[in-house]
């Protein structure tokens, strides 16, 4: 299949266009067709291995996910469907619930039974609510039954006490859109968003679950589901009530975004890639965004050409669990071959008709192409930090306690770090860990678990952890322009402790990275190269690391880093003027700006001078690898 030219003129920044979206989401289904059953019910894709549901459920899961790619596709263009995808669709349905729970080679399995297929039971929902006049409402009677006896058990309380309960919330609306159990249906939609409501932090963030847990969960699950059963339903008053959360939402949202379109890779289920232009597509949907037309589809298109030509799809044309290419440590044991499919979320955007502004306005930039930006995101505890010279995104961590160990005793490296960007890293174990500070116990590194957060302001945020029973590590990210000032007062830790701060995993031919000791580490100590294989990014991965030792029961630690995509950067020292005076940090910027932290005082700070112009818009591509700038003929 042809690709559509680029058409540099509309999308300066992209060049691709709706036919380019049309184009890709063709490919993706026809590519998975040779996979499917006999009667296209499941749709088993190869993979290194299944998940832990085993390989019918991830069959159910290739059909699921992929006909919600078919349903955007085909609701998109009004019902017109020249390569017959949702009859192939229709056909799997009848046949996967003719006998489901059985081994059947086309039989579906039982929501009762696997958990998973909980999960599946939305999008098939959400699929035949899209498409509903062109394939439901030609099904036979008997096959229309079948479905909802199979959909029913979704109504049910949530398996999974987090966003899951946003699938019995979608099965919900399908129901009663058809007029089926629609009381059970109504009590499910009302228990269900009165259960998220308990995890609404404020300021356009969800926690998923009863826990710190911030990442793209929120804008494709925990935003997106209510927002868009607000509108396919025409519930008004839905609607208000969640579509400003969401304009919220995305007002921070953008900033995660990099100039060569990649979202920013943190949390876990990362293999669902361009799922996270789900959420601008839908604020463009409802009318809920702070985005321009332009701005949204420069947004969404640059994150689906980011993963198009970077090796999302192998040479069959299917997704593989992975970031760019295959990449085993990023798949959760949940994660089955079709898993990836859940991509299909960033095809929203083909619901909007062809001559609507998102499609006809041209592209605008990007903030991370706009100019520098250091953003607290207060709820998650969390803070942004973007260059407009290269167009690189950086995410401090204070505020996720979402971790779990890893075999091996090792944080959970999606949460974990102190550090992520849109161009490197996280590291997986046995490697050393990126972005980490570590007690050195017994000549093994300490993890980091659980971090409280103490605080956010407009260019820092700090945490604290316990690395060992009795030691609290209080740690802080001060952050200006490509410059950070990392900060970590050890308490109750015996004199003479190791201790190791490492920087960004870069790959050759990525960022520079620089990390130098200011306080703590021995005069005249110098940043070693750590070998650290590979990572999302690629193979040949390396890291820098200072190391020092403890000098009493509380003892300061400090180091400047930088990550940048600018060619032969200045001397990190060259960024930042940093006085030390017991647990108090002074930092003076370049502009002129000047901090004070205080370590000793959790949250104690205060930032004082000049606030500093942005960076003006750079005048060439400001992605490193040069494809993604603005362009014209």
């Known amino acids: ?244 959360r969401l304009r919220t939402h995305l007002d921070a949202y953008v900033h995660l975004f990099d100039a060569c379109g990649a979202p920013l890779p943190y949390g876990r289920s990362l293999t669902y890639r361009f799922a996270a232009a789900a959420a601008p597509w839908l604020g463009t949907l409802t009318g809920h965004t702070p985005l321009s037309p332009g701005a949204t589809r420069r947004l969404a298109s640059g994150a689906l050409r980011y993963f198009h030509e970077r090796g999302a799809t192998d040479a069959r044309g299917l997704l593989t669990l992975g970031w760019h290419g295959p990449h085993p440590p990023l798949a959760q044991d949940y994660s089955g071959p079709g898993s990836p499919y859940w991509a299909a979320k960033g095809f929203l955007g083909l619901l909007l008709p062809p001559d609507h502004p998102a499609w ?72 050393p860990a990126d972005n980490h500070f570590a007690l050195l116990a017994d000549g093994r590194p300490t993890t980091r678990g659980p971090a409280t957060p103490a605080g956010t302001g407009p260019r820092w945020a700090a945490s604290s952890h316990t690395p060992l029973p009795g030691v609290t590590v209080r740690s802080a990210t001060l952050a200006h322009g490509r410059a950070e ?50 990572t999302l990014q690629g193979p040949g991965s390396h890291t820098l690391a200072l190391h020092g030792t403890t000098s009493g029961p509380a003892s300061l630690f400090v180091a400047l880093a930088s990550l940048t995509g600018i060619p032969d950067p200045a001397p990190v020292t060259d960024l930042a003027r940093v006085r030390v005076t017991g647990p108090m940090l002074h930092v003076t910027w370049p502009d002129g700006t000047t901090d004070r932290l205080d370590l000793g005082t959790p949250g104690a700070t205060e930032a004082r001078g000049a606030t500093g112009a942005p960076g003006p818009a750079p005048s060439a591509a400001p992605c490193v690898e040069g494809h993604e700038g603005p362009r014209t003929g």
């Open 1 to 244: 299949m042809p690709s559509p030219p680029e058409n540099r003129e509309l999308s300066p920044y992209t060049g691709w266009t709706r036919a380019h979206w049309e184009t890709a989401a063709d490919r993706l289904l026809l590519a998975v067709r040779p996979y499917a059953s006999p009667h296209k019910a499941l749709i088993g894709l190869p993979g290194p291995r299944p998940s832990r549901s085993g390989a019918r459920s991830d069959g159910l899961e290739g059909y699921a996910r992929t006909f919600l790619l078919a349903a955007l596709r085909v609701a998109g263009s009004g019902g017109h469907d020249p390569h017959g995808h949702l009859d192939r669709y229709a056909e799997g349905l009848a046949a996967g619930t003719a006998a489901p729970g059985t081994d059947g080679p086309d039989s579906w399995p039982l929501l009762a039974g696997t958990r998973q297929a909980v999960v599946e039971s939305a999008s098939v929902a959400l699929a035949l609510r899209l498409t509903r006049p062109w394939l439901w409402d030609r099904l036979d009677d008997a096959t229309r039954h079948r479905t909802a006896d199979w959909l029913l058990p979704a109504l049910g309380p949530s398996p999974v006490d987090n966003n899951w309960w946003l699938f019995g919330l979608t099965v919900a609306g399908f129901l009663q859109d058809t007029g089926i159990a629609t009381g059970r249906a109504a009590a499910t939609a009302d228990r269900s968003l009165a259960r998220i409501e308990d995890w609404w932090r404020g300021d356009g963030w969800y926690s998923d679950g009863d826990n710190r847990a911030f990442d793209h969960y929120n804008a494709w699950a925990l935003h997106f589901y209510p927002v868009l059963h607000a509108h396919l339903a025409g519930d008004r008053a839905l609607l208000d009530r969640y579509g400003p």
């Open 360 to 431: 006809t306005d041209p592209e605008e930039p990007l903030p991370a192409e706009r100019a520098d930006t250091v953003r607290p995101l207060a709820p998650a505890g969390l803070l942004v930090q973007t260059t407009a010279a290269d167009g690189l995104v950086r995410l401090h961590n204070h505020g996720s306690n979402h971790v779990h160990a890893v075999p091996g005793g090792e944080d959970d490296p999606g949460y974990a770090r102190h550090a992520y960007s849109t161009r490197t890293g996280p590291t997986a174990a046995p490697a």
């Open 485 to 534: 000032v990392r900060a970590h007062l050890v308490l109750g830790a015996p004199e003479g402790t190791p201790v190791r701060q490492t920087g960004w995993a870069t790959t050759p031919g990525g960022p520079r990275a620089q990390l130098h000791p200011v306080h703590g580490f021995p005069a005249g100590s110098t940043a070693t190269e750590l070998p650290t294989g590979e």
